[in-house]
């Protein structure tokens, strides 16, 4: 079956770094583009960025442009997400997935001093 086992989640200062993997299996990896959500307390899910299956072309919501890289190893069935310059608002469990009808249990990001 499709899971998708999210991992390197923790506690980090403002300004600090980051990186998210997100392993997936049950299911052909290199077909589907992949994307990364994050849901804060409170608050609706939302999605962060997404990476196509293609060209590996990008897209990112607004907050994290510049700040966010998403990024993907076909082989290995993984996708990352490499957090830069972390703000608290940035605070959430965070979450991959395919256009598939599947979510992984999460890992919690916290930015706090």
């Known amino acids: 079956q499709v899971q998708l086992v999210e991992s390197g989640g923790g506690l980090v200062q403002p300004g600090g770094s980051l990186r998210l993997s997100c392993a997936a299996s049950?299911?052909?990896?290199?077909?589907?583009?992949m994307s990364w959500y994050r849901q804060a307390p409170g608050k609706e899910r939302e999605l962060v960025a997404t990476?196509?299956?293609?060209?590996?072309?990008?897209g990112y919501r607004d907050s994290v442009k510049g700040r966010f890289t998403i990024s993907r190893d076909n082989p290995k069935n993984t996708v990352y997400l490499q957090m830069n310059n972390l703000k608290p608002e940035d605070t959430a469990v965070y979450y991959c997935?395919?256009?598939?009808?599947?979510w992984g249990q999460g890992t919690q990001v916290t930015v706090s001093s």
């Open positions: 997935k395919a256009p598939l009808p599947y």
């Open positions: 049950g299911f052909t990896f290199w077909r589907y583009a």
């Open positions: 990476i196509t299956n293609t060209d590996g072309g990008a």
